[in-house]
């Protein structure tokens, strides 16, 4: 199935310019290895508005799937979870769920992680690990599902 994908990266030294990102282009790699297309990445700090506004602007330009990468931790300023929850229609908990018990297979820090997917207006929204190998492993994790879902969400509903 083809699926149109954004990628967002939260990351307050990276939107600064001081080091590069490299888990959105991870994550660009990795939709794109599972035959999705990527029409649109973006960077944003982690401040919860910039967070919205980036996943409003990717919705508006067609994005049936949004990754973000960042702002997942427990650090005060990781508010991804915060920011997403805040506009969405709501919450798809086992995606977080398997994210964490899968990736407590391979580092006991995965317990910190407050990875989540949620549905905002038909797109469905996942928010992944910072460090690149984690975003690109959890994704992994849940890729058999997220089809499945993308279509159901993106059904029109037929009239009686």
Not at 73 to 84: N, Q, S, W
């Amino acid at each position: 199935m083809q699926i149109n994908v954004g990628i967002i990266t939260i990351s307050d030294r990276a939107s600064r310019g001081q080091y590069d990102d490299l888990g959105g282009p991870a994550l660009k790699r990795a939709a794109e290895g599972y035959g999705w297309k990527v029409l649109t990445e973006s960077l944003v700090p982690d401040e919860m508005t910039d967070i919205q506004r980036g996943i409003r602007e990717q919705i508006a330009k067609g994005c049936e799937l949004i990754l973000t990468t960042g702002g997942t931790g427990v650090a005060l300023r990781d508010v991804t979870p915060e920011a997403v929850r805040e506009i969405a229609i709501r919450e798809l908990p086992g995606f977080g769920e398997i994210m964490r018990i899968e990736s407590m297979k391979i580092t006991s820090n995965a317990i910190l992680s407050r990875n989540l997917a949620v549905v905002v207006e038909k797109t469905l929204v996942i928010c992944l690990p910072g460090k690149p190998s984690g975003a690109v492993e959890c994704l992994g994790f849940v890729v058999g599902a997220i089809p499945h879902c993308v279509e159901v969400l993106q059904e029109v509903p037929t009239s009686c």
